[in-house]
């Protein structure tokens, strides 16, 4: 199994500032993801983090908006940039391991004002 | 049409009834998971099925590869069980999820 802590767990921001979500994970994993769930709504992927190159972005998501980082295979931060109220929303961060096991963490509830 | 569907969207019990979630999908997959989410906005994995049946408690999932479909079944429901839940399934190319609308469960006492 694998232990997910996300920081913070929630914030309400201001329209315009960015706010960099953290994902730290208890042990070594490959498959790091971060998903967005808006309210209302099911998880969609937002990308794959993978370590030592750039993320993997999916359709509708960028990386000016939402830069990721993951310096190693324990950790990684999701940046939400030149935020709206749109961006309001939970942000999990999710990783894979063994044979499609996967496992999300606590989740970080956004709100923007 | 969205290539996982979950029914019902909304369900109420009383305590101590049996519950099915269904869960029908349209494309190939690797696997299905089920997933609890709870208020808070943190999701715990259920079960991870790629064939027949799978017991954990008071829970019981199945699927049936043939017909793309499976079930979440919970038995002696409890308000405890309150959340919504999640069906998944793993692409089968692509390694990529893809997850249904949920289910919001609200189980009175």
């Known amino acids: 199994s694998a232990v997910i802590s996300q920081k913070p767990s929630r914030d309400i921001c201001q329209r315009g500032t960015s706010l960099t979500i953290q994902c730290q994970v208890d042990?070594?994993?490959?498959?790091m993801f971060w998903y967005r769930q808006q309210p209302g709504q099911s998880l969609t992927l937002i990308a794959t983090?993978?370590?030592?190159?750039?993320?993997?972005?999916e359709s509708g998501f960028v990386i000016d908006k939402f830069p990721i980082s993951r310096p190693n295979l324990t950790f990684s931060t999701l940046t939400v940039s030149n935020m709206s109220p749109e961006d309001s929303s939970i942000y999990l961060c999710?990783?894979?391991?063994?044979?499609?096991?996967?496992?999300f963490g606590p989740g970080t509830r956004l709100t923007v004002t | 049409k969205n290539e996982v569907e979950q029914s019902p969207q909304n369900l109420t019990a009383q305590e101590g009834e049996f519950i099915t979630i269904n869960c029908s999908y349209s494309?190939?997959?690797?696997?299905l998971h089920w997933l609890q989410q709870h208020p808070g906005g943190g999701i715990v994995s259920l079960f991870m099925?790629?064939?027949g049946k799978k017991k954990h408690g008071r829970l019981i999932a199945t699927i049936n590869i043939q017909e793309k479909h499976s079930s979440l079944h919970i038995t002696a429901s409890h308000p405890r069980d309150s959340a919504v839940y999640i069906c998944?399934?793993?692409?089968?190319?692509?390694?990529?999820?893809?997850f249904g609308a949920g289910t919001i469960l609200r189980v009175k006492s």
């Open positions: 999710s990783v894979g391991k063994g044979y499609n096991e996967q496992y």
């Open positions: 042990s070594q994993v490959t498959m």
């Open positions: 983090a993978n370590q030592g190159s750039e993320a993997t972005y």
């Open positions: 494309v190939g997959i690797s696997a």
């Open positions: 099925l790629s064939s």
């Open positions: 998944a399934v793993r692409m089968e190319y692509g390694n990529k999820l893809v």
